[in-house]
């Protein structure tokens, strides 16, 4: 291997996240009845973000919760991957740290390419074996809590992912910007309200306890399309 080659080996791959959001930023309702809110334009938007990423990754309960293969869509997102260079369909990741993941999610339905499930030690052999049998393949990475920073460059020396779109939830999205892993954060700001304190944000999980601590972003671009505003924001690089 090449200095370069193992240089990137240990260089995690370039992480975006996509959500949409109510203008409270929620991504469901207060008892998690209601997930699926923004419009076609969105959708289609997904798809298309889809098609410029080598992986889609997403928590065990989004996976569980919802209809989602985390596939590339029809044919014409397929083409359009192949046109940006990638193979024709991503590679599928499910982080789950305690190995708690629905068999029956519409995700194992689907067998078009390989699914990965990021775990950790506190998982059991009985429950690690029952993963195996789901997935593709199966990575522990962490005691208690996955370690992102060395599962990601395992995912780029094993799967040569350079591009990894995160589709949430709220916890593993915390847990990448905690992690400083996120490079980009795309947004659909839709015109609903649903508050409620218990209803799920962006990022849920531990966050940030001190504002000195918060993770500073740059806007890279925003406009509206019908009713809703899709906004970029990029990474400010910590001092």
């Not at 959001?21 to 009845?33: E, F, L, P, Q």
């Not at 298309?48 to 869509?73: C, F, H, K, Q, Y």
């Not at 499930?117 to 990475?141: M, W």
Request: aromatic residues 8%.
């Amino acid at each position: 291997m090449s200095p370069e080659s193992t240089l990137h080996s240990r260089k995690p791959p370039f992480v975006f996240v996509n959500m949409a959001m109510t203008a409270d930023g929620k991504i469901a309702t207060s008892n998690r009845a209601v997930s699926s809110f923004s419009s076609t334009h969105d959708h289609k938007h997904l798809l298309e973000l889809r098609a410029t990423a080598d992986a889609v990754i997403a928590g065990a309960r989004t996976v569980d919760s919802a209809a989602i293969n985390l596939g590339p869509g029809p044919a014409r997102f397929r083409r359009l991957r192949l046109n940006n260079g990638l193979r024709e369909y991503n590679l599928r990741i499910i982080v789950s740290g305690n190995g708690s993941i629905n068999p029956a999610a519409e995700i194992f339905k689907h067998h078009f390419s390989p699914v990965i499930i990021l775990t950790t030690e506190h998982v059991s052999k009985a429950k690690l074996c029952q993963l195996r049998a789901l997935a593709d393949e199966v990575r522990v990475c962490g005691r208690r809590e996955i370690n992102f920073h060395e599962a990601f460059c395992w995912l780029r020396r094993k799967w040569d992912i350079k591009r990894l779109l995160c589709e949430g939830g709220g916890g593993l999205n915390d847990a990448l910007f905690r992690a400083d892993l996120v490079d980009e954060l795309h947004l659909t700001i839709c015109p609903k309200i649903f508050g409620g304190r218990n209803a799920p944000s962006i990022v849920d999980g531990k966050g940030f306890c001190r504002l000195a601590d918060a993770l500073p972003l740059q806007i890279k671009s925003f406009k509206r399309i019908g009713k809703e505003i899709f906004a970029i924001f990029r990474r400010v690089p910590r001092r």
